[in-house]
């Protein structure tokens, strides 16, 4: 397929043609009617002394231009149906777009140039992304109003017993509803950094700090709490500092050490710290089950859970791997999973020397 020619070139080449071509009928023409004249009247006086063009020659003239005019309207109505054709598709498009209508695209045609085909793409791929947008809100406002009404019911139902005087107030019941709290702040503050970071106004602030001993800080922190679930926690953690937004990569390590604690089998659980030049990578890793087949690619898309995890009353909101995944983009680096030998990984890979993206 030969590459679209600009609208320049469009544009001139009939326009010079349809000048050389009316020179040359012109001259063509008159030659012609001179050659035909000439045989059928011999005798006739053409005036060729005279500077002023003879009533001939005016006839003639008259029919040139008249057939030049002609053809070079023709041509130039084609020219113009040409021209035009992609910019009323992406006209009537866009139309259809203001009105609601976000599955309609220009379509070029097959002469298009070079320049109406960039408008057509940048259209067209405008609107694919305001239909996807358009999608994605939908989903999301269902999502997040499913998310809330479980926590939100229960804390309804509860403070209404105790209202009632049904329930007795005493500290467990208060812990419980502490819960549901921390989970509907922990939901929004997850959606706040999802939302921050698709905007590009989620900002971070690197400092160089002492990567191992503050995973080791984190991993002794959160001991207690894996242990209670049958976990045994380890760390291989290499020394060295590295400049990141330490607040954010341990709420993104704390979100995997949750995933995991969350769906795996009870089992040792390693935090790993490999550090090179210019990348830091920090694993999660523990015996399994992991991810189900074909489930690595969407599990770090928004709201996505593996079929089967509600059924078997695992809880999660669907969006800590979103939010690991979204720290990791915003410092310019990238969350992995990998599954060998029973030994499931999340990786978080940094560049040691961070800067916002």
């Not at 043609?17 to 012109?26: E, M």
């Not at 053409?46 to 053809?71: C, N, R």
Request: hydrophobic share 45%.
């Amino acid at each position: 397929m030969t590459s679209p020619r600009t609208l320049g070139r469009q544009v001139a080449l009939p326009m010079a043609l349809g000048a050389v071509g009316g020179v040359l009928a012109s001259y063509i023409g008159f030659y012609i009617f001179y050659t035909v004249a000439s045989e059928l009247w011999p005798n006739m006086d053409f005036g060729q002394d005279s500077w002023l063009p003879s009533g001939p020659d005016m006839l003639t003239l008259a029919l040139i231009s008249l057939v030049v005019l002609t053809g070079v309207t023709f041509f130039a109505v084609r020219l113009g149906r040409r021209i035009a054709t992609p910019f009323v598709s992406v006209a009537h498009a866009a139309r259809k777009i203001a009105e609601g209508d976000l599955s309609v695209r220009a379509r070029p045609n097959a002469h298009i140039s070079r320049e109406a085909a960039l408008l057509v793409d940048d259209f067209n791929a405008m609107a694919a992304r305001l239909e996807t947008a358009s999608r994605e809100i939908v989903t999301w406002n269902a999502q997040i109003a499913h998310e809330l009404r479980t926590p939100l019911t229960v804390l309804q139902g509860r403070l209404q017993g105790l209202v009632d005087g049904v329930f007795e107030p005493d500290p467990a019941l208060f812990r419980g509803l502490l819960r549901q709290v921390d989970g509907l702040s922990r939901l929004v503050e997850d959606l706040r950094v999802v939302s921050l970071v698709d905007s590009g106004r989620f900002e971070l602030r690197p400092v160089e700090v002492d990567l191992a001993a503050e995973i080791d800080d984190l991993g002794e922190m959160i001991r207690p709490a894996l242990e209670q679930d049958g976990f045994t926690l380890t760390m291989s953690l290499q020394p060295g500092y590295a400049r990141i937004d330490m607040t954010r990569l341990r709420q993104a390590v704390m979100a995997l050490v949750d995933n995991a604690r969350r769906h795996a089998d009870p089992c040792e659980l390693c935090i790993e710290l490999t550090l090179e030049d210019d990348r830091a990578d920090i694993s999660i890793v523990d015996r399994g089950p992991g991810l189900p087949r074909g489930f690595a690619e969407d599990a770090f898309k928004l709201f996505t859970r593996a079929d089967g995890t509600r059924e078997a009353g695992k809880q999660g909101s669907g969006l800590g791997l979103s939010v690991v995944k979204a720290i990791a983009k915003a410092h310019r680096g990238d969350v992995r999973y990998s599954l060998e030998n029973r030994r499931s990984a999340f990786t978080i890979s940094l560049p040691r020397y961070a800067r916002s993206g």
